[in-house]
């Protein structure tokens, strides 16, 4: 085991596909020599040359609707979008090309690529640099939505999305990026579709991914000490959706609280406790809770942003009521 | 030389005014120097942590906001980019707001909700500063649609630079505005990087003007540390616009001082380029053009106290209230 920060596990995952697969290249924009403002792509230029590492202009619409149609070539692109704000202009390439093409053409055009992007508040970059957008690709059909927390997800995770014959969104968070976490030096693969229990526990069920795993890590640490056993389970995958392990874990707590950073109304928490509601209803000690942003654009002052995510003492609170 | 060097056309306009009134040069040249002092100071307190998230100084760019919005009147809209510290002054900002908005405070132009990169000025008829590269090309194109619509002499001028004219909207705004002919002047900002691509590794053609005609309307190359060039060629595209013939394309050749934001060192930049374009500073380019020294003298005191006395206002303002945010947050 080596210990790694997510960005370099991601790094890592990006070189040792590169390496193995010469059908898979990396585009997007200031990603070559830059190595990426988050220096995720930093080096691959240098050994896998501008053909493979592509700094494309500025132009998003066009470089994700050319990765479908490369991917529909034959080969394995993994795009590069700084902000998950910037996914909205190529939002027809993502919704109405790669999630279709498979389904559309009787299974004969396959979509096998990756869009890395990165997600989140934390850094006052206001408004259009700072949201969480996942809930638009979770609500459309055919494409698939991975939200890694740790080193080892991360590295896990992209090594499958690549692998992945789908189409994958692969969402990113900026406050990530510099923590760190043990990674095997071996290669591994985290397959899509399987949340993680991170911390096992009996009287109440936090659902969370990303950053927010993070944060209810922390309430559970703290609440632990009160004596309030705290399960969290990481859901890595948003999609496919890894019902069976959510589905046991709020039959065991009886209690479910769903943590997101994103704005409650039309997240991804509503979906969630619905499915737990109609599939196991007759477990719950009382009604599914979601701790989750608020209905706002972010701000950019410090302060008001950090009263729209939530907190660990807002996780805190949630779960002391619930239980 | 690499093609990036300044214009050698630069050199024989030097000190020619060119028919320009020194009113007109004063007040391009407090549009320069103020601008040049705000980002300067922009940037200590941003190393001081008064100011946070993305800071991009329009530093070496100063004299194309000041020349074309010079050319255009108070009721004339601009739409600026991640990059419009300096539209904003140009087009008459409030030095106290902005510096407040920058730090974050409740009585800067956007409560402290928007920050550097997204300053609106709704008296300055300034449509706002953007986040996404290319949004404002169209949202100009629209406001220009808007005077159209109300039957009033108006133009919009909108920046953006050469990573945003790759964006499918700069071509579809470009052809609309022409096809409609609407009071749109397009300020393409050429500094050469889009973060660190250079022009020539994004575009096929690097003659960016050459855009103009391929959809009908001029298209423009000039030299963007010229304030004086860009204000003439601005002012004509204006009355072009006003006489309802249509839209204008002007690129204006420029080149950023430094990184592409503050925490970029900016090293994938031709330090030799950069010399060269440095030597040719707009701020200094603009100054040998007015006769009246004493006078740029007075421009720059005045500058320099209004800016610091904006600094003292956004230090003493207060924090935006977080229960008003809390209570005014929108239900929708
Ligand atoms: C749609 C979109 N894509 C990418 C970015 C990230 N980004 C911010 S500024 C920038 C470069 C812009 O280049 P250019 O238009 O030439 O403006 P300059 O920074 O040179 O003034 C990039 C890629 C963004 N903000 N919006």
Redesign the pocket.
């Given at each position: 085991m080596a210990e790694m920060m997510y960005r370099e596990a991601l790094n890592r995952a990006l070189f040792e596909e590169m390496r193995k697969d010469p059908l898979v290249f990396v585009l997007g924009?200031?990603i070559g020599e830059r190595g990426g403002s988050y220096k995720v792509t930093e080096g691959l230029i240098k050994e896998f040359g501008a053909e493979r590492v592509i700094d494309t202009p500025?132009a998003?619409a066009t470089f994700t609707g050319a990765a479908v149609g490369a991917a529909l070539a034959g080969t394995r692109p993994v795009v590069d979008?700084?902000?998950v704000?910037?996914t909205t202009?190529p939002m027809d390439a993502i919704v109405n090309q790669a999630a279709k093409y498979e389904f559309m053409s009787g299974g004969q055009g396959q979509v096998p690529m990756v869009l890395r992007t990165q997600g989140g508040a934390g850094n006052s970059l206001a408004a259009?640099?700072s949201q969480s957008l996942e809930a638009l690709f979770y609500h459309i059909p055919g494409l698939k939505l991975v939200m890694p927390s740790s080193p080892y997800d991360a590295y896990g995770l992209l090594v499958s999305a690549i692998r992945d014959d789908q189409p994958t969104i692969f969402i990113e968070h900026k406050l990530l990026y510099m923590t760190k976490g043990e990674v095997p030096e071996e290669e591994y693969v985290v397959p899509l579709g399987e949340a993680d229990v991170k911390k096992e526990g009996s009287d109440v069920t936090l659902l969370t991914y990303s950053y927010m795993t993070l944060k209810c890590l922390e309430a559970a640490e703290l609440l632990e000490k009160e004596g309030i056993s705290v399960e969290v389970v990481d859901l890595r995958t948003l999609k496919p959706l890894d019902e069976e392990t959510i589905l046991a874990s709020a039959r065991k707590t009886g209690r479910v609280i769903i943590v997101h950073e994103a704005c409650k109304r039309g997240g991804i928490g509503g979906d969630i406790a619905a499915m737990i509601m109609e599939e196991a209803y007759d477990d719950l000690d009382g009604p599914v809770m979601r701790v989750c942003g608020l209905d706002t654009p972010i701000p950019y002052n410090l302060e008001l942003e950090k009263v729209c995510i939530p907190t660990t003492e807002d996780i805190v609170e949630a779960i002391i009521k619930i239980t | 030389m690499s093609k990036k060097s300044p214009p050698k056309s630069a050199a024989k306009s030097k000190t020619s005014s060119r028919g320009v009134t020194e009113k007109i040069l004063l007040q391009m040249y407090r549009s320069v120097y103020a601008t040049r002092q705000f980002e300067l100071k922009c940037m200590d307190l941003y190393r001081q942590g008064l100011v946070r998230g993305y800071l991009?100084p329009y530093l070496g760019?100063e004299a194309i906001a000041a020349g074309a919005c010079a050319a255009i009147g108070h009721d004339d809209f601009i739409v600026s980019?991640?990059?419009g510290h300096g539209h904003c002054i140009s087009k008459g900002a409030d030095l106290k707001l902005m510096v407040a908005e920058i730090m974050g405070r409740a009585t800067g132009y956007c409560k402290g909700r928007g920050g550097s990169m997204h300053i609106f000025s709704k008296e300055n008829h300034n449509l706002g500063a953007n986040?996404?590269?290319?949004?404002g090309i169209p949202i100009a194109t629209g406001a220009a649609m808007g005077i159209k619509v109300r039957k009033e002499k108006r133009v919009v001028l909108v920046f953006?630079?050469?990573?945003?004219?790759n964006?499918g909207v700069f071509g579809e705004s470009m052809n609309f505005a022409a096809a409609f002919e609407l009071p749109v002047i397009f300020m393409l900002?050429n500094?050469h990087?889009?973060?660190s691509t250079p022009v020539e590794c994004s575009f096929g053609n690097c003659d960016l003007a050459c855009k103009g005609p391929a959809f009908g309307m001029p298209g423009i190359c000039i030299d963007g540390n010229d304030a004086v060039e860009v204000y003439l060629t601005t002012k004509s595209a204006v009355e072009r616009a006003l006489n309802g013939e249509g839209p204008t394309l002007i690129e204006a050749k420029t080149y950023?001082h430094g990184g592409?934001h503050l925490n970029d060192p900016g090293d994938y930049m031709d330090q030799k380029v950069l010399a060269e374009w440095k030597a040719r500073d707009p701020l200094d380019i603009l100054r040998g053009k007015i006769r009246g020294k004493k006078k740029v003298k007075e421009v720059e005191d005045q500058a320099e106290l209004e800016l610091s006395e904006a600094i003292e206002f956004a230090k003493n303002s207060p924090q935006p209230s977080v229960d008003e945010f809390l209570t005014s947050i929108p239900n929708f």
């Open positions: 924009e200031n500025l998003e979008i700084l902000f704000d910037f202009v259009q640099h | 991009h760019e980019t991640h990059r986040g996404i590269v290319g949004a953006f630079s050469d990573g945003a004219a964006q900002e500094n990087y889009a973060v950023r592409h």
